[in-house]
C-alpha cells in the first residue's frame, strides 16, 4: 500500500502488550489529586484509562494523528516533543517511549517511526526523556517508564540513578521473546534538600 | 484546548509564557486561534482545539 493512502489508524501506534502492561501499572499507582502528563501517548489508551481517577491529565505526542485520537478520546492533547511545550508540574508523568535498537539504514520515513524508533542502542529518546523530566516534574513527582529487555533495562536503570533518581521495578511480562518491565522513577528524596 | 491548560503550557524553545489569541471558542474550548511567545516572536498555532508546540522549524 502506497503511504499517501494509509488511513490515521495505520500512522498511530495501535495499543498492544506494552500499552496494557503501562495503563494497569499506572491505574495501580493513580492517585486522586495526581495531575498527570502522557509523554507520546500514541492511541490514547493509557491516558483515557486514567481520566476519571486523576484530579487532570493531559497527553503529548509529535504525531498530528496522535494528538487527535487522544483528543477523540476527550484527553487534552498538545502536539510537542517529549515535554518542550510543557511547563508542568506534574504528580505523574507515563512514558512509553520508542524504543527499539532502529539502524539508520532501517529506517522509514512516516510518523509511526516515531512511535518504534529507539536509535542504534534504543534508548536513544529516553537518553533527552530522562535528562530533562525533572523540568516538568513536582518534587514528589513519580514517571512510570515502559522499558524493554530489547533496550536495556539495566543500563536504563543506571541512566537514572546516574542522575540522582530512585528507580523500582513495579511491573513486568514476558511477551514472546521480550521482557517489558514498567520502572518507578522518584526523585531521592535524601538529596532534594540544599 | 481549554483555557484552564494555559499555565501549565510554556514556548517549547525559551520556556516563557505564551499569550493566548483565540480566533473560534466553542463551549469553554478554544477551537482555533494561537499561542504568541512575545520573547521570541513566534506564534503557535491552535487547530481543531489542539495547540501546535513545535518550534517554527518543525512545523509541518
Not at chain 1, 536495556?152 to 542522575?163: I, P, W
Not at chain 2, 489569541?21 to 499561542?35: F, M, N, P, S, T
Request: aromatic content about 6%.
Amino acid at each position: 500500500m502506497p503511504l499517501f493512502s494509509r488511513s490515521p489508524e495505520d500512522q498511530v501506534y495501535q495499543p498492544a502488550e506494552d500499552t496494557f502492561l503501562l495503563r494497569d501499572a499506572a491505574l495501580a499507582e493513580v492517585r486522586s489529586d495526581d495531575r498527570v502528563l502522557e509523554v507520546g501517548c500514541g492511541s490514547g489508551t493509557v491516558i483515557a484509562a486514567l481520566r476519571e481517577r486523576a484530579a487532570a491529565v493531559v497527553a503529548t505526542d509529535i504525531n498530528p494523528h496522535a494528538v487527535r485520537a487522544g483528543r477523540e478520546q476527550g484527553v487534552e492533547t498538545v502536539r510537542t516533543d517529549l515535554f518542550a511545550g510543557l511547563r508542568g508540574p506534574f504528580d505523574l508523568v507515563l512514558f512509553n517511549p520508542p524504543y527499539l535498537p532502529t539502524l539508520p539504514e532501517e529506517r522509514i520515513d512516516d510518523w509511526l517511526e516515531y512511535a518504534l524508533d529507539g536509535g542504534p542502542t534504543g534508548r536513544a529518546t529516553i537518553e533527552r526523556f530522562a535528562e530533562e523530566v525533572g523540568r516538568v516534574l513536582a518534587p514528589f513527582g513519580r514517571v512510570l517508564l515502559l522499558v524493554s529487555s530489547l533496550t536495556g533495562v539495566d543500563e536504563v536503570r543506571k541512566l537514572f540513578a546516574d542522575l540522582g533518581y530512585i528507580v523500582i521495578l513495579v511491573a513486568e511480562e514476558r511477551v514472546e521473546d521480550e521482557d517489558l518491565v514498567v520502572l518507578r522513577i522518584g526523585r531521592d528524596l535524601c538529596r532534594l534538600t540544599g | 484546548m481549554k483555557r484552564s491548560l494555559l499555565p501549565i503550557l510554556c514556548c517549547p524553545v525559551c520556556k516563557g509564557d505564551l499569550e493566548l489569541r483565540v480566533a473560534e471558542e466553542k463551549d469553554d474550548e478554544i477551537i482555533e486561534g494561537a499561542l504568541f511567545c512575545g520573547a521570541c516572536e513566534v506564534e503557535y498555532p491552535i487547530r481543531e482545539g489542539i495547540p501546535n508546540l513545535l518550534p517554527p522549524t518543525d512545523q509541518d
